[in-house]
């Protein structure tokens, strides 16, 4: 966790700074439920992301329309007091939403497909692909500072570690 402190990216007021995660992990006993509720460890995670996030000050929150993602999220929101947004992957535009939040710090809960595919638009580059269906750790980060885009794609396993991939 010391690394979202004590790196310089996440506290430049002019820097737009965008955190993706996928939701957390979901009941699986009904394969026909389309909307699932999370699980034990899924609400676990959650209250580790509301952790994680509780020292960066998170503008804006948000996430599909889902069960899953929106009460992977609910921690954070409740301890930060923000409303979550809900929003359709395919009905962003990136270009207005990187102007609507310039030099903000949002967070944003999606898919195992969608989050991969908003950082690659996020980053101009088809770089990370598909989360693997029983990964609910990763931690994607854009920052964009004066045109510059960075990315780092972190992993938090409920246990605690962090594994990280700086770009």
């Known amino acids: 966790m010391s690394f979202l402190y004590s790196c310089n990216l996440f506290n430049n007021n002019k820097c737009t700074s965008i955190y993706l995660i996928r939701h957390s992990e979901k009941i699986r006993t009904d394969q026909n439920e389309k909307d699932p509720l999370l699980n034990k460890r899924g609400l676990l995670r959650a209250q580790k992301w509301s952790e994680i996030f509780e020292q960066i000050e998170i503008t804006n929150i948000l996430s599909t329309n889902t069960k899953r993602t929106i009460s992977t999220v609910i921690p954070t929101s409740e301890k930060k007091r923000l409303k979550i947004e809900i929003y359709r992957p395919k009905d962003i535009s990136h270009e207005?939403?990187?102007?609507?939040?310039?030099?903000?710090?949002?967070?944003?809960?999606?898919?195992?497909?969608?989050?991969p595919e908003t950082t690659n638009i996020l980053i101009k580059n088809k770089f990370y692909n598909q989360i693997e269906d029983n990964n609910n750790s990763n931690l994607y980060f854009v920052n964009i500072c004066d045109g510059i885009i960075s990315h780092e794609l972190l992993y938090y396993p409920i246990e605690g570690q962090i594994i990280k991939d700086s770009i």
């Open 96 to 115: 207005t939403f990187l102007k609507e939040n310039k030099g903000k710090k949002v967070l944003i809960v999606g898919h195992s497909n969608t989050v």
